[in-house]
């Protein structure tokens, strides 16, 4: 158990390229802003020319399809794994970091070190991420490209940046919490690409649920001391995160009360029957 903690920690935190690493704008790649704008303007523009492009298109069928998006969901899920184990070990291994400041980095906080390593790796996981939509257009599945999908996976790239740029506090927590949840989500996609659909939908809608309730309970404990305290770093991001967050919350009750409301009614009536 020791020789597996002390493994884990030097591949995921102590090795020298994480220990030393450093997000230096214009130089760490995909640092600046234009290289934001150029991925997300592609993204969106390549989404509705694809779509309609591929409709006219003979379908690539889902013996081709399947195995694809049964890979990517599975490279995700590891990634997603690691992800949320490197960012925790990065806290937990460090004897002079404080929990709190997860939650709150000092105002002179530095973006170097294994928790920006993280933040760079999880940035660039949600350009990875873009291979959803695509697999989506390509399975002509157009009923899944929804405005909570493509809004998502595009201001997501932003955020991420911001959290980097700004070295907003509490990008720490949403990282592991998103991850894991991601490990779940992205786990689920697999099996659904194997044919062997969980009948655990509905928890994972609400486990992303709980996630962005999570958020905003946690601002909570952030901003007095940001307010009242000695200050946090890159407050005004975690503005644009809330809104964000909150927008996500309020089509995430919408895609649950769409997508499960009718079971519900099913499973009341199958109860009154018996
Ligand atoms: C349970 C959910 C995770 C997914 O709901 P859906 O209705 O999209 O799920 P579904 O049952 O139709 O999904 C199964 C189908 O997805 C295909 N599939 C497999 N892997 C996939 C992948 N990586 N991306 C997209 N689709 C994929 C399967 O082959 C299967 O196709 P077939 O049916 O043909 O067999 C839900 O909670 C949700 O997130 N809904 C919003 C839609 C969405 O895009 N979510 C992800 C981004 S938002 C996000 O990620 C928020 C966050 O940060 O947590």
Known sequence: MA???STLTYWLVNHPYIANFTWTEGETFG???FFVAIVVSLYLSATFLLRY???SLPSLGPKIL???TAVHSLILCL??????VGCTLSVTSDPTMRLFHTICFPLEVKPKGPLFFWGQVFYLSKILEFGDTLLIILGKSFQRLSF??????ATVVILCFTWLRNRQSMFPVALVTNSTVHVIMYGYYFLCAV???PRWKRLVTDLQIVQFVFGFVLSGWMFPEHHFGSGCS???TIYFMGAFNGSLLILFFNFRSKNYANKTRLDIGERKQL
């Open 148 to 153: 909570l999908h493509v809004y998502h996976h």
């Open 3 to 5: 020789l597996a903690y």
């Open 195 to 197: 044919g062997r659909r």
């Open 79 to 84: 990634l997603s794994l690691i992800m949320a």
């Open 66 to 68: 399947k195995p694809i």
């Open 31 to 33: 640092s600046t802003v």
């Open 53 to 55: 492009v591929v409709i």
């Open 234 to 236: 890159g407050v005004w």
